[in-house]
């Protein structure tokens, strides 16, 4: 039998293993009831941790000369900054690698259940800094590198982003990953090792969005190892022929394999030994070519089956919660995605069933030892893989290979907007995966029989809940797939799970029991979103609270402490000096990176994020040309007594989403006239920081004195970017949504700013809009002259903005005529909270003093009870 993975190699090295002995006189033999006996002197040796652990100055700069010289051959006298960063990074890795180590030895004696957390994108951002943090020696590396005539906050700056990802999604499961190591619990991140990350946002002088590659890995990463000897074979396209003997066994041969390649990234927790791992899987060609179209002198021939091998990782889809139909992408695009997703999951799914069959253990206790996350929809050909595994390799009946399949997954579900929802064309999945696709049929073909059963003679609610929607194509509709053939789904904020219930999945829910419908609410982690990012402020938590800060940052509660500080003259000062350094550090940032000069006199109003329609930036740019036309109406006198307040913006759009382009557009032109406008400037400045990153985020977000999260009701499924500003004492303006809600429910709505519509009442406004339209100018008088003026052209040639201007005047899907007013109105609640500024400091404070919650560590920890039943594995 062939097939993708060879049967036999399942359980055993890909490749003969090889001789393997343990350094004599180093380390302790261990018997069999895993008692150590050291060789002699060598125990103390490492519990001191003087064998290969950094622990004092000296060490560090002996560590730091070594590698500058050794592995990166350069000369002492001849180091910039950035060969400097190489060489602390790689004495930094030196010391995870010894905790990594010892986390994986730890785990594979006590061979605790582990999870797997399945995502196709992680947004790491920086390492350095993070990996010193979590160490717990970054006042060593600042003194170390110090002494040989660096700055540490030069070298940080000189490392690259790990731009993975798109945006929230992607930097979940970074953040997830931070507070699975810091709580100390078994779970490894699997993904891709793309060549090239989410593009450089780069503007035009007209404000056009241009995109430009990310090539990440131009330089080495030393945050990486390479296991060239971890790989599997993948296979695409082909034949799969069905076995005759009613077995229900298929043979799957032929078509394209690939070869998958292992890089593992260390993911050390804080204040902890505890170092999990990421994996990322890099594709190559099962033979690097072809030897006798070489031979024969065509070499265009003898390259092509490594090129297309390569492409499969080669880049990271610029696509966030838009479809890769309004992505326009060719097929080939498309199959290239559907290659990718099956890639990934097919080499992650092999790695973790030959970890696991190292363990001697009957495969039908797999569920006992695995729980595989998906984060979203992306990996949800697992399933119908591990049937395949189990069905067709491991020969087991088809009743016992879903009872281990719907044991094992867990279905993250992260929107419920319509067009974001995965679907792949059946033709396509039949080309690519043929043996997936009867599967895919057979697992459709049991559920509807049982549905049928539960609800006899119901032909719509077949129709709905089929895996396959009809149509020209037909095609596969991957969020049924993922729901039923996963022991829980969940949502990541209350109100998202609740519509997750009783919209997209109403049918599910209805079928089997609303117990497997949960909510986890998202998280962030309070190191690199507090402390890293603001360890001034985060200094100040730990001398007011009198409580260590290794403490509090692993038990985020304590910061309901602050809340008896707010009556503090003392320390509200300290707290709103921080904030304006911070500003100070921002307008810093800008004056370097573009050369314009930032007013620090001002109020900082911040919204950073994904360009979409859903989240309503337009909203927020339209609210700023208005603001503009009152401060020009206004006479010198009245404009005096007004909020001084500078706007930033900064976001990516998909490349191919043209109305969420022609936002950027808008934004950089009215930023223009407005900086410019010497009436108003000293009141208003606007800005779009190009490039939106992690980086530059950490850098925003303390800075802000509110943000705007400011989405239709009902479409942003949580946010995490609200949580960070919170947690940094900024406060938030935005509609009674996703996660903002929860935060309100925490830190009490006196301490929120909410305006616009209600969940409930946005389907009868869109019906209205369609059945009863009203003229814009009737019903938002306000709105309507906003869009007149730049239809006029205040802004630029006005009919390049008609596009995006005809979204509101017609149809209005996003409900701006609706929302307006209200935001006008909130934004006047700001300006004047803000002019009180004593009160809006103790707002501040209690703002951050009620994120507890929010830290990705409560939301680890729900996951791994709730969900995994893991239990948390210290290394001893
Ligand atoms: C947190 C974060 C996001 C998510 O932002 P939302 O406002 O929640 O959509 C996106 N991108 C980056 C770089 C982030 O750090």
Known sequence: ????????????????????????????????????????????????????????????????????????????????????????????????????????????????????????????????????????????????????????EDLLEKERDAALGNGGLGRLAACYLDSSASQEIPVWGYGLRYQYGIFQQLISPEGNQLEAPDPWLEHQNPWELPRLDVTYEVRFYGHAERSSDGSGRANWSGGQEVMAVAYDVMIPGYNTKTTNNLRLWQSKPKRGFDLNSFNAGNYEAAVESSNSAAAITSVLYPNDHTSTDLANEATVGKELRLKQQYFWTAASLADILRRFKNTG???????????????????????????????????????????????TFFYTNHTVLPEALEKWAVPLVEHVLPRHLQIIYDINMYFLQAVEKKFPGDRDRLARMSLIEEGYPKQVRMAHLACIGSRKVNGVAELHSELVRTTILKDFVEFEGVSKFGNVTNGVTPRRWLDQCNHELSDLITKTLKIEKKVWLKDLAKLEGLLAFTEDKNFREQWAAIKQRNKERLARHVQTTLGLTVRTDAMFDVQIKRLHEYKRQ?????????????????????????????????????????????????????????????????????????????????????ASDISQHISTAGTEASGTSNMKFCLNGGLLLGTVDGANIEIAEEVGENNVFFFGHLTPAVEDLRYQHAYHPVPIEQKCPALAKVLNEVSAGMFGDGGVYEPLLNTIRQGDYYLLTDDFDSYIAALAMVDDAYLDRDEWIKKSIRTTAKMGKFSSDRAILEYAESYWNLEQTPVS
Not at 653 to 682: E, F, M
Request: neutral net charge.
């Open 618 to 702: 337009t909203l927020n740019i339209l609210g700023v040309i208005h603001r503009y036309l009152t401060l020009k109406s206004m006479t010198p006198a009245e404009r005096s007594k007004c909020n001084r307040k500078v706007v930033f913006f900064a976001g990516k759009a998909a490349p191919a989403y043209y109305i969420a382009k022609l936002t950027i557009r808008l934004i950089v032109n009215v930023a223009r006239v407005i900086n410019a406008d010497a009436d108003t400037k000293d009141f208003l400045q606007l800005y779009f920081l190009p490039d939106y990153s992690v980086s530059l985020a950490e850098v925003l977000i303390p």
């Open 1 to 152: 039998m062939t097939s993708t993975i060879d049967p036999k190699s399942i359980g055993k090295p890909q490749r003969p293993r090889r001789h393997v002995r343990t350094l004599t006189g180093y380390l302790p033999e261990v018997d069999v009831t895993g008692k150590e006996k050291w060789p002699k002197g060598e125990e103390e040796v490492w519990k001191a941790g003087m064998r290969g652990v950094d622990k004092d100055v000296s060490d560090i700069t002996k560590s730091f000369v070594n590698h500058a010289q050794t592995s990166l051959a350069r000369q002492a006298y001849n180091l910039d900054d950035f060969g400097a960063y190489e060489a602390a990074a790689l004495a930094a890795r030196d010391d995870l690698l010894v905790n990594w180590n010892e986390t994986q030895l730890n785990y594979t004696r006590k061979n605790p259940k582990r999870a797997y957390y399945l995502s196709l994108e992680f947004l790491m951002g920086r390492t350095l800094d993070n990996a010193l943090l979590n160490l717990g020696l970054k006042g060593e590396f600042e003194e170390g590198v110090k002494k040989l005539g660096f700055n540490m």
């Open 361 to 407: 253990k009957p495969i039908t206790d797999f569920p006992d030892y695995a729980a595989i996350q998906l984060n979203d929809t992306h990996p949800t050909l697992a399933i119908p893989e591990l049937m395949r595994i189990l069905i067709d390799e491991e020969e087991l009946s088809w009743n016992q290979a879903w009872q281990i399949v719907t044991n």
